[in-house]
């Protein structure tokens, strides 16, 4: 096993991170009460009404309209001042929404100066990013670095792995779920009803079979439902979506729990293909066990997932980076059993590479992003993130319930419900 997490962490001297509260337990499950959901309205001449969405009717007031340059522009400047105006509004107001950002679990407290001299070039990393193409402009060194760190992290083997960059989460669950059904092409989909709304885009896109299943007040994916869903279509494999972290509640369904309920409904390993989806926590929960040795074990319990052989089971992990690592664009990164990519690769002359990606051109800066976040940082700085983030987590759970506000905070998760 290359670099057991375990064995890697306990080498950082982990007595200078700074530890949690004595009273800090991460095992505890708040069943609170789910506040009301909020309703969205703005007011109309002191009237509330709902904010209505219209489809078909595009908004364009606050656009910034593209002029034609006048012909002595170029002489007077004017056109120049205009725009550095324009940009030092607009950086105005980022800072602004940045500095008051509520609801969306992204890490903007970034200083990527460093990267700037790079701008300037057109990096594109198309292609697979294990095999050289013939576009020389790319990032692919940084790529598989990033890839290797992450599949180290989740102890995979260099050889038992196959990974890319994405442009963001949707395009790693579409991937996912596009080896899921390349692998089971009969296959029927099963997603909690709290799934990200890119798994039913997925089924939608793929025309595949999709079972809606039912879940927990907490959020994660109810097995009775499960297995009674299953039930239906015990002559088609399955292909299911594990959430770690869903995007309103921060539910971790139970991996273990989901093995078993499909061996009970007599679903072989063979018969069945896990994707997860690991945008809000994939990063997070290989350290969450540092934090509490009693914890869920997440990467052990996939680990324990291997067959007698010891070859890893149809499972596929995705980490969103713009989220918790903190990028100035969006992306993410997509791993997957070696061998089950082959059942989607297909050469592409003109690039001398082959394609195994949703997208064809990739954003080449994006693996420069994470690698230089994730060298300065390392395993230890993001384990100290992860800390603090859970921290506050339970800071602002605790002060929301003093002031008498409803609020829910999942286990093991950072996102606060209220
Ligand atoms: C659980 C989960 N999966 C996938 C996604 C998709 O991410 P993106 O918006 O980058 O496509 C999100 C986004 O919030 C998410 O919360």
Redesign the pocket.
Known sequence: MAGSTDVMLRDLKLDTVESLPDDFDPTTVINDILPPVAIDAKLVNGIEKPREIVLGRNVHTSSLEVTEPDADDEVTGEREAYMASVLARYRKSLLERTKHHLG??YHLDFDYGALSQLQHFSINNLGDPFIESNYGVHSRQFEVGVLDWFARLWELEKNEYWGYIT???????LHGILVGREVFPDGILYASSE?????FKAARMYRMDCEKVNTLISGEIDCEDFKAKLSLHKDKPAIINV??????KGAVDDLDLVIKTLEESGFSHDRFYIHC????FGLMMPFVKLVSPSSFLLNEKYLQTRDATGSLPSTLF?A?S??FVGCPM???VQITRLEHINALSRNVEYLASRDATIMGSRNGHAPLFLWYTLNRKGYQGIQKEVQKCLRNAHYLKGHLTEAEIGAMLNELSSTVVF
């Open positions: 969306y679990p442009n963001c989460g949707t395009e790693g669950n799934s990200h709304y890119s798994i959430n770690i972290g869903t995007t309103v989806d690991g945008a809000l995705l969103e713009h989220k969006p992306c993410g």
